[in-house]
Nanobody
């Protein structure tokens, strides 16, 4: 059971990369999924989440209107479209699968997630 996040790198401010989280070894199509990030010297924080059906999404205030979460259950993949990047978005970004399945609940807290990807670094240059 593994989550693999990719799509990070060095991006100029204002850029629009897309992060991809792919699951292998297990289908997460029945689990809510979340994206978190951790900047140097800071705690890991919730960026956004999506329900298992993909009909409900949440975003942190700091990224609302700039980041969009979506999923393709047929591909066992979750996406984080990042637009209008700012230097303060620099962090390691993690995807995670919620503990509960077949639930519309999308956890905002780390403890609500059972499986984590390895993270992908996003560095925004000004």
């Amino acid at each position: 059971v593994q989550l693999q996040a990719s799509g990070g790198g060095v991006v100029q401010a204002g850029g629009s990369p897309r992060l991809v989280c792919t699951a292998s070894g297990h289908s997460f199509s029945s689990h809510s999924m979340g994206w978190f990030r951790q900047a140097p010297g800071k705690e890991r924080e919730f960026v956004g989440g999506i329900s298992w059906r993909g009909d409900t999404t949440y975003s942190a205030d700091s990224v609302k209107g700039r980041f969009t979460i979506s999923r393709d259950n047929a591909k066992n993949t979750v996406y984080l479209q990042m637009n209008s990047l700012k230097p303060e978005d620099t962090a390691v970004y993690y995807c995670a699968a919620a503990k509960d399945y077949s639930s519309t609940y999308v956890p905002f807290e780390i403890a609500g997630y059972a499986i984590w990807g390895q993270g992908t670094q996003v560095t925004v240059s000004s």
